[in-house]
Every structure is written in C-alpha cells, then in structure tokens.
C-alpha cells in the first residue's frame, strides 16, 4: 500500500546544530508540504513543492530549507536549531485539488 | 490572505449524542475546498470530510456531515451518534481552488467524548 513516512519519530537536538528531517512517499505525488504544530496555533506551513526541482516559502519558513531532487522525497533542514523551533513536524502529498496525506509526524526538540 | 476561525478551543459531548464543532473562514475567492481533519491522540492527521464550494449539497461521510453556508462564511461539522473514539483534536481548513493547493487551518477544537 502507498504511504507517507517521516523519520526520526523523535529528536532531541542542541542549539545551533543542523538538523535533517526526512519525508518519503510512495503515492506519487508531485505536490508535497511540511507543517509545524504549535499549541494555540493548529498547523502551519512552512515550505512546499508541486514537484522536482521546484521549492516555496509558507508561512513560517525563516530557518528552514527544503530541496526536491525526485518526487518520493521533501527532506527538511534546520540550518542552525533554535528553540523556537521545538514542535511536531508534518509532512504531507496531494494531489491538485484533492486530499492531503500525512506522515505520522516528528517531535523535535531543541534544548 | 485566507484566514479560518475555531472559536471553541474544547467542547465535550456524551456518548452517543450530537455534538456541532464551529467553523468559520474569510476569503474572496468565489471557488474553493473546505475540510474537516481529524487528529487523535496518536497525532495522526485524518481527513473527515471535504466540501467543494460550488457545490450546494452539503457533505456526509456515515455520522459526520457539514453545514455549509457560503453566504455567511461558516462551515460547522456535525457528528451524529458520538463514539469514544470520536475524541480527537479536530480542524477545520481552507483550500483555494485552481491554486496553491496549500492548506490554511483553523487553531483547532479538542472534542472530548464522555461515556
């Protein structure tokens, strides 16, 4: 069965390290996003790609970066951690106009 | 810009009552999608229902449905015959059609079902 998968499930980091978030899925979908989940502020979107090559800013993408070098993959790098950045971390894929599907997620913390 | 609006942060329903989860959204586009996910303790995000603005009918899947009110802007889930695995974190979430294909959601509503 096609799927969504994000590894690690949990990470714990120290400031100013980078950090690499992976994203993998097998539903062969050209769009893919990452989402953070804060308390108080449900999800929101932090970069995204309609496919190879192609990478956007959300809403909150300052300190973070993706590439798309084929369509399974939308890694996510912290180029430098920062608390503010401890939160779970969500992938998803869709397809134009249709339903996102997500990865299990990933709890980063950042002492 | 897009913005969606959860005004009750929780809410608590008994086992096997109706319980009606608010959503409201502001937007100028004329064409659009709207959603329900769902996410219970495990953290799994799960699509409830969606609802294609052109369309006036609204949406059911079994004891979830919608109301949908394009006029007014407010797109509230109703579920029917609540089960305990009904309690969740529930969000509610704004697509653009024809467009970014990116997801603008509400702060969310925790729904807990009491037996």
């Known amino acids: 069965d096609a799927e969504i998968t994000q590894s690690p499930r949990h990470k714990i980091t120290e400031t100013g390290r980078q950090v690499t978030l992976a994203c993998h899925q097998t539903w062969n979908h050209n769009n893919m996003f990452w989402y953070r989940q804060d308390l108080g502020h449900g999800l929101r979107l932090i970069h995204y790609?309609?496919?190879?090559?192609?990478?956007n800013k959300g809403e909150v993408s300052d300190g973070y970066s993706v590439s798309r070098s084929n369509t399974e993959d939308l890694p996510l790098t912290l180029e430098s951690a920062a608390s503010s950045q401890t939160s779970v971390y969500f992938c998803?894929?869709?397809?134009?106009?249709?339903?996102?599907?997500f990865g299990p997620g990933t709890r980063l913390t950042v002492t | 810009a897009q913005t969606v609006t959860q005004s009750q942060p929780e809410m608590s329903v008994q086992e096997a009552e109706t319980v009606t989860l608010s959503c409201t959204y502001d937007t100028s586009e004329s064409n659009y999608y709207l959603f329900w996910y769902k996410q219970p303790p495990s953290r799994q995000m799960i699509l409830v229902i969606r609802q294609e603005a052109y369309k006036q009918q609204n949406a059911t899947e079994n004891r979830f449905s919608v109301n949908f009110q394009k006029a007014a802007k407010s797109f509230s889930l109703k579920i029917s015959d609540s089960q305990l695995g009904d309690t969740a974190m529930y969000f509610c979430a704004f697509m653009k059609q024809g467009g970014s294909e990116k997801l603008v959601f509400g702060k969310g509503t925790k729904l807990t079902v009491n037996p």
């Open positions: 790609s309609y496919g190879v090559q192609d990478t």
């Open positions: 998803a894929s869709s397809v134009e106009g249709g339903k996102q599907y």
